[in-house]
C-alpha cells in the first residue's frame, strides 16, 4: 500500500519494526523523534523523570529547553523555577533558551530544530506549528517527554491523513489567518478532529514561510494532530536565506554548549540543505487519504472567531455593520508575532494613534524578531501610534502577565486561542482576528477591516473516502498478551463524554486519593449509577470525541482501577488516548459498532448492560458481536508492550 508524506516520516522515525514492515494510519509504533521541546513545564517534566529514576538524558541533542509562558513573572518563586530548569539543563547537556530569548515554537524553527523532511515533537499543543516547515510536529504530553528524556523514544499512533487543497488566488490583503479561520469556521463540526493533515494545491505558492507557520500552527485549534506543508521552492529558500543569515550575524542565538565548526550553525546551512534537496520527502501519488478538504482561496475574506470559541465565525464586513466596540488589542503569541505579521500590523497603524480607551498590546515571536522588526522601522511605528510593547513570550494568550482582560471587557487578538476565561476575565469576550485586523481596530475602538472587502461567500467542500478494501495480514501478538479478549458490552452513550464526566474534577487534586476510591466515584458525572450497573471485566462502548476536556490522567485510571477490561469508541480525544495508553489501558476506536448500539439502545438511558458478548480477536483485528464482525485498528507490539509492563512508566523503568 501507498504512503502518505505523514507515513513516511513517522516510518523515518519508527523503531523495532518487523522486516519490510509499512507504516500506515492506525499503527501504534515506537518513536525516537529528531527533538523533543519543553517550555515552562520542563520543571513539571523533571518531576516526573525523577520519579521514574532516571539519571541522565539518552541523547542530550535531543531534549531543548524554552522558557517562554511566565516570562513576565519576576516573582521570587518563578526566578527560583526558572532557575533551577536552566541549571537542570546544564547538569543534563541540554540546550537551554532563557526567558527572553521567545517563544519556544518559534525558536525551534529559527535554531532548526525543527529541521524540513524530520518529525520533532514537543508537550505543547501548537508543536503543529512546525508542519509550516514540512516537519511533522505533533503534541506529546508530560509523561512521554519523560520517556523522551531517558529513553529517547515514546510510542505514538499514527492517525488517519486527510488532504487539504487550497486553490485558486487569494484576494489582495488575505492573509494565512484568514484562510486557517475561514476553515476552522467551515468545518465546524470536528471533520478534521485528531486527523494529520497535508497540505496541497496550486494555490500554496501564495503563502511565505510566515504564513504557512500560521495555519500549521492553528490546524491544532481545527482538531488536527498536525498539519504538514510539503517542502518546495519556497521551503528551500526560506532555509537558504536563513542559512545566509546565520552566517552573516554571526550565528547569535546558539547555545554555548552547541559548537559551530567553522562558522556554519550547527543545525541550519547549507551543506545540509543540500543534502535534504537530493532526498525531499513526497506522498505516493496513490496514497490513500481518509478525507480530502478543498478550499476556494478566492472565496475567502477577513474573517474573526468568536466569542468563546473557533467554530463561530463571521467576516469581517458582517462583524463592521455590528459597531463591535473593543478595549484590547493584541499581537501576541506564536501564531502571530513574526516578521511579516508585525509588519503588516505598522503598515495598517503608520502615522496613526491607538483610540482612546483602547489598549494595544504587542509582543514579538522571539528576540530576534523584534530585531528584526526595529530594524526595518515596523516596530517604532507600532509605538508611536501607541502600541504597548512586551517582552517576547506567550503572556496574556496563556492568561498570564499584563494586559489580561477585565469583567465583560471585549478584545480583539491575532492568538491562537479565544476560550472562555483565558486570557483574563471569564465574562470577557475575545474574538480572533488577522494582524492586520487587530491594528485596524486598536485605531477604530472597534471591530473593523483595515481597508473594505467584497462580502463574498466561502467555498469549501470535504469529500470523505472509503478505505479501500484489501488482504489484512495478521498482527503480531507478544507471547504474555492475550489473543484474544472477551466481556459484556456496556454502553455509554453520550458524545463528547468529558474528562469531568469520567472522572469528576473536584477529586482531581486530591493527591492521596486511592485506586479504590478512583473506583467507587468513575462515570459519577455521567450518571450515578454507573459504579452499580457495571462489573469487573465489562468492556464499555461509548460515542464520539470520548474522553475530550481536560488532560487528568485520572480519567483513564478510575475505569480502569473500577475493571473495565478496556473501552471501545467511536472516537477519542487524543490526548485521552495517550494517558490511557500511558497508563497501561486500552482504548480502541470502534465506530461502527458505537453507531449500531445507538441505533439498537436509543439514548433513554445513559449506562445500558446491553447483555452483548464481544470477542476481540487482536490478531485478525476483529470484534465479532451478536453475529456481527467489526473492525479495529491493528495493537501493534508497541501497544501491547505498553500495556503489559502497567504504563509507559513502568517501561521507562524497564529500559533504564
Same mark, same amino acid.
Given at each position: 500500500?501507498?504512503?502518505?508524506?505523514?507515513?513516511?516520516?513517522?516510518?523515518?522515525?519508527?523503531?523495532?519494526?518487523?522486516?519490510?514492515?509499512?507504516?500506515?494510519?492506525?499503527?501504534?509504533?515506537?518513536?525516537?523523534?529528531?527533538?523533543?521541546?519543553?517550555?515552562?513545564?520542563?520543571?513539571?517534566?523533571?518531576?516526573?523523570?525523577?520519579?521514574?529514576?532516571?539519571?541522565?538524558?539518552?541523547?542530550?541533542r535531543?531534549?531543548?529547553?524554552?522558557?517562554?509562558?511566565?516570562?513576565?513573572?519576576?516573582?521570587?518563586?518563578?526566578?527560583?523555577?526558572?532557575?533551577?530548569?536552566?541549571?537542570?539543563?546544564?547538569?543534563?547537556?541540554?540546550?537551554?533558551?532563557?526567558?527572553?530569548?521567545?517563544?519556544?515554537h518559534?525558536?525551534?524553527?529559527?535554531?532548526?530544530?525543527?529541521?524540513?523532511?524530520?518529525?520533532?515533537?514537543?508537550s505543547?499543543?501548537?508543536?503543529?506549528m512546525?508542519?509550516?516547515?514540512?516537519?511533522?510536529?505533533?503534541p506529546?504530553?508530560?509523561?512521554?517527554?519523560?520517556?523522551?528524556? &531517558?529513553?529517547?523514544?515514546?510510542?505514538?499512533?499514527?492517525?488517519?491523513? &486527510?488532504?487539504?487543497e487550497?486553490? /485558486?488566488?487569494?484576494?489582495?490583503?488575505?492573509?494565512?489567518?484568514?484562510?486557517?479561520?475561514?476553515?476552522?469556521?467551515?468545518?465546524?463540526?470536528?471533520?478534521?478532529?485528531n486527523?494529520?493533515?497535508?497540505?496541497?494545491?496550486?494555490?500554496?505558492?501564495?503563502?511565505?514561510i510566515d504564513?504557512?507557520?500560521?495555519?500549521?500552527?492553528?490546524?491544532?485549534?481545527?482538531?488536527?494532530? &498536525?498539519g504538514?506543508?510539503?517542502?518546495?521552492?519556497i521551503?528551500?529558500?526560506?532555509?537558504?536565506?536563513?542559512?545566509?543569515?546565520?552566517?552573516?550575524?554571526?550565528? &547569535?542565538?546558539?547555545p554555548?554548549?552547541?559548537?559551530?565548526?567553522?562558522?556554519?550553525?550547527?543545525?541550519?546551512n547549507?551543506?545540509?540543505i543540500?543534502?535534504?534537496?537530493?532526498?525531499?520527502?513526497?506522498?505516493?501519488?496513490?496514497a490513500y487519504?481518509?478525507?480530502?478538504?478543498?478550499?476556494?482561496?478566492?472565496?475567502?475574506?477577513?474573517?474573526i472567531?468568536?466569542? *468563546?470559541?473557533?467554530?463561530?465565525?463571521?467576516?469581517?464586513?458582517?462583524?463592521?455593520?455590528?459597531?463591535m466596540k473593543?478595549?484590547?488589542?493584541?499581537?501576541?503569541?506564536?501564531?502571530?508575532?513574526r516578521?511579516?505579521?508585525?509588519?503588516?500590523?505598522?503598515?495598517?497603524?503608520?502615522?496613526?494613534?491607538?483610540?482612546?480607551?483602547?489598549?494595544?498590546?504587542?509582543a514579538?515571536?522571539?528576540?530576534?524578531?523584534?530585531a528584526?522588526?526595529e530594524?526595518?522601522?515596523?516596530?517604532?511605528?507600532?509605538v508611536?501610534?501607541?502600541?504597548?510593547?512586551?517582552?517576547?513570550?506567550?503572556?496574556?494568550?496563556?492568561?498570564?502577565g499584563?494586559?489580561?482582560?477585565?469583567?465583560?471587557?471585549?478584545?480583539?487578538?491575532?492568538?491562537?486561542?479565544?476560550?472562555?476565561?483565558?486570557?483574563?476575565?471569564?465574562?470577557?469576550?475575545?474574538?480572533?482576528?488577522?494582524?492586520?485586523?487587530?491594528?485596524?481596530?486598536?485605531?477604530?475602538?472597534?471591530?473593523?477591516?483595515?481597508?473594505?472587502?467584497?462580502?463574498?461567500?466561502?467555498?469549501?467542500?470535504?469529500?470523505?473516502?472509503?478505505?479501500?478494501s484489501?488482504?489484512?495480514?495478521?498482527?503480531?501478538?507478544?507471547? *504474555?498478551?492475550?489473543?484474544?479478549?472477551?466481556?459484556?458490552?456496556?454502553?455509554?452513550?453520550?458524545?463528547?463524554?468529558?474528562?469531568?464526566?469520567?472522572?469528576?474534577?473536584?477529586?482531581t487534586?486530591?493527591?492521596d486519593?486511592?485506586?479504590?476510591?478512583?473506583?467507587?466515584?468513575?462515570?459519577?458525572?455521567? *450518571?450515578?449509577?454507573? /459504579?452499580?450497573?457495571?462489573?469487573? /471485566?465489562?468492556?464499555v462502548?461509548g460515542g464520539?470525541?470520548?474522553?475530550?476536556?481536560?488532560?487528568?490522567?485520572?480519567?483513564?485510571?478510575?475505569?480502569?482501577?473500577?475493571?473495565?477490561?478496556?473501552v471501545?469508541?467511536?472516537?477519542?480525544?487524543e490526548?485521552?488516548?495517550r494517558?490511557?495508553?500511558?497508563?497501561?489501558?486500552?482504548?480502541?476506536?470502534?465506530?461502527?459498532?458505537?453507531?449500531?448500539?445507538?441505533?439498537?439502545?436509543?439514548?433513554d438511558?445513559?449506562?445500558?448492560?446491553?447483555?452483548?458478548?464481544a470477542?476481540?480477536?487482536?490478531?485478525?483485528?476483529?470484534?465479532?458481536?451478536s453475529?456481527?464482525?467489526?473492525?479495529?485498528?491493528p495493537?501493534?507490539?508497541?501497544?501491547?508492550?505498553?500495556?503489559?509492563?502497567?504504563?509507559?512508566?513502568?517501561?521507562?523503568?524497564?529500559?533504564?
Amino acid at each position: 500500500m501507498k504512503q502518505t508524506l505523514i507515513e513516511k516520516l513517522a516510518q523515518k522515525y519508527a523503531i523495532g519494526l518487523e522486516p519490510g514492515q509499512k507504516i500506515h494510519s492506525g499503527d501504534y509504533i515506537f518513536i525516537r523523534p529528531a527533538h523533543v521541546m519543553t517550555h515552562d513545564n520542563s520543571g513539571a517534566v523533571m518531576k516526573k523523570f525523577k520519579a521514574i529514576g532516571a539519571k541522565k538524558m539518552a541523547n542530550p541533542r535531543q531534549p531543548v529547553f524554552a522558557l517562554d509562558h511566565n516570562v513576565q513573572d519576576t516573582s521570587k518563586a518563578n526566578l527560583k523555577k526558572y532557575a533551577g530548569i536552566e541549571a537542570f539543563a546544564k547538569e543534563m547537556g541540554v540546550d537551554f533558551y532563557p526567558a527572553g530569548r521567545g517563544i519556544g515554537h518559534q525558536i525551534m524553527c529559527e535554531e532548526g530544530y525543527a529541521w524540513t523532511g524530520t518529525m520533532v515533537v514537543a508537550s505543547d499543543s501548537h508543536s503543529n506549528m512546525y508542519g509550516g516547515l514540512g516537519v511533522l510536529g505533533t503534541p506529546v504530553v508530560r509523561t512521554d517527554a519523560a520517556a523522551l528524556w &531517558a529513553t529517547g523514544q515514546t510510542w505514538w499512533q499514527v492517525p488517519p491523513v &486527510a488532504k487539504v487543497e487550497l486553490t /485558486g488566488e487569494l484576494k489582495p490583503g488575505i492573509t494565512g489567518k484568514d484562510v486557517i479561520l475561514a476553515i476552522c469556521g467551515h468545518f465546524n463540526n470536528d471533520e478534521a478532529l485528531n486527523h494529520a493533515l497535508e497540505f496541497s494545491g496550486d494555490g500554496l505558492s501564495q503563502f511565505s514561510i510566515d504564513q504557512r507557520l500560521t495555519i500549521a500552527n492553528m490546524t491544532t485549534e481545527w482538531g488536527a494532530l &498536525a498539519g504538514v506543508f510539503p517542502i518546495d521552492e519556497i521551503t528551500i529558500r526560506w532555509l537558504r536565506d536563513r542559512a545566509d543569515f546565520l552566517e552573516k550575524r554571526g550565528l &547569535a542565538g546558539v547555545p554555548s554548549d552547541v559548537d559551530a565548526v567553522g562558522g556554519v550553525h550547527p543545525r541550519i546551512n547549507h551543506a545540509r540543505i543540500d543534502e535534504l534537496e537530493r532526498n525531499i520527502p513526497t506522498a505516493d501519488e496513490d496514497a490513500y487519504y481518509a478525507k480530502t478538504f478543498t478550499i476556494d482561496l478566492s472565496s475567502i475574506q477577513p474573517f474573526i472567531a468568536g466569542p *468563546d470559541n473557533l467554530k463561530t465565525t463571521m467576516t469581517i464586513t458582517e462583524a463592521s455593520n455590528k459597531d463591535m466596540k473593543i478595549n484590547k488589542a493584541y499581537l501576541v503569541s506564536c501564531v502571530n508575532s513574526r516578521v511579516e505579521d508585525l509588519a503588516q500590523a505598522a503598515d495598517v497603524v503608520n502615522g496613526k494613534k491607538v483610540a482612546d480607551g483602547v489598549e494595544f498590546y504587542v509582543a514579538a515571536a522571539s528576540s530576534e524578531v523584534q530585531a528584526e522588526s526595529e530594524n526595518r522601522g515596523d516596530w517604532e511605528k507600532l509605538v508611536d501610534a501607541g502600541a504597548i510593547t512586551l517582552p517576547p513570550g506567550c503572556g496574556m494568550c496563556i492568561g498570564l502577565g499584563t494586559g489580561l482582560l477585565k469583567k465583560n471587557e471585549v478584545g480583539i487578538s491575532a492568538t491562537n486561542r479565544n476560550f472562555k476565561g483565558r486570557m483574563g476575565d471569564p465574562t470577557a469576550k475575545v474574538y480572533l482576528a488577522s494582524p492586520a485586523v487587530v491594528a485596524a481596530s486598536a485605531i477604530a475602538g472597534k471591530i473593523v477591516p483595515p481597508h473594505d472587502f467584497d462580502d463574498i461567500k466561502l467555498i469549501g467542500e470535504m469529500v470523505v473516502h472509503p478505505k479501500p478494501s484489501g488482504e489484512k495480514s495478521a498482527v503480531k501478538v507478544l507471547d *504474555d498478551f492475550p489473543a484474544k479478549l472477551t466481556g459484556e458490552l456496556i454502553f455509554c452513550y453520550q458524545d463528547n463524554l468529558n474528562t469531568d464526566g469520567i472522572y469528576p474534577g473536584k477529586y482531581t487534586y486530591i493527591d492521596d486519593f486511592t485506586p479504590e476510591q478512583q473506583a467507587e466515584v468513575v462515570m459519577e458525572n455521567y *450518571d450515578p449509577e454507573f /459504579g452499580k450497573i457495571v462489573k469487573e /471485566g465489562d468492556l464499555v462502548v461509548g460515542g464520539y470525541n470520548f474522553g475530550s476536556g481536560s488532560s487528568r490522567e485520572q480519567a483513564a485510571t478510575a475505569l480502569k482501577y473500577r475493571g473495565i477490561k478496556l473501552v471501545l469508541a467511536g472516537s477519542f480525544s487524543e490526548t485521552y488516548k495517550r494517558n490511557a495508553i500511558n497508563n497501561g489501558f486500552l482504548v480502541l476506536e470502534a465506530p461502527e459498532l458505537s453507531d449500531d448500539l445507538k441505533a439498537e439502545f436509543g439514548m433513554d438511558k445513559l449506562t445500558v448492560r446491553t447483555g452483548w458478548k464481544a470477542t476481540l480477536d487482536f490478531r485478525k483485528t476483529t470484534i465479532f458481536v451478536s453475529g456481527k464482525t467489526y473492525s479495529i485498528s491493528p495493537v501493534g507490539t508497541a501497544a501491547q508492550e505498553l500495556i503489559l509492563t502497567d504504563g509507559l512508566e513502568n517501561w521507562v523503568k524497564e529500559q533504564i
